[in-house]
Nanobody
């Protein structure tokens, strides 16, 4: 299983970014996928979940601003982030749990600052 996250960067408050996570080594379309984020000294926080059927769930802190999606033909997970705030600054990770094992992407840094 490999997860390769990309798309992070520096953005001003109110701006937008789209993260991508390319998946391989498993049947992507059959698994629930997650986006997490983590800041230094803090626990990793669940941001968004998308089931294999496309059902979505979000943390209260991002609901209405972030949108997760998936392209099963491309084995890719996305996170569209709009109206970004300084408190969204974090390393963002994609995640899948397969056969009782957690797999994480390498993380992509999002910095929201003027």
């Amino acid at each position: 299983v490999q997860l390769q996250a990309s798309g992070g960067g520096l953005v001003q408050p109110g701006g937008s970014l789209r993260l991508s996570c390319a998946a391989s080594g498993f049947i992507f379309s059959t698994y629930t996928m997650h986006w997490y984020r983590q800041t230094p000294g803090a626990e990793r926080e669940l941001v968004a979940t998308i089931t294999r059927g496309g059902d979505l769930n979000y943390a209260d802190s991002v609901r209405g601003r972030f949108a997760a999606s998936r392209d099963n033909a491309k084995n890719t997970l996305y996170l569209q982030m709009n109206s970004l705030k300084p408190e969204d600054t974090a390393v963002y990770y994609c995640h899948v749990r397969r056969l009782a094992t957690d797999y994480w992407g390498q993380g992509t840094l999002v910095t929201v600052s003027s």
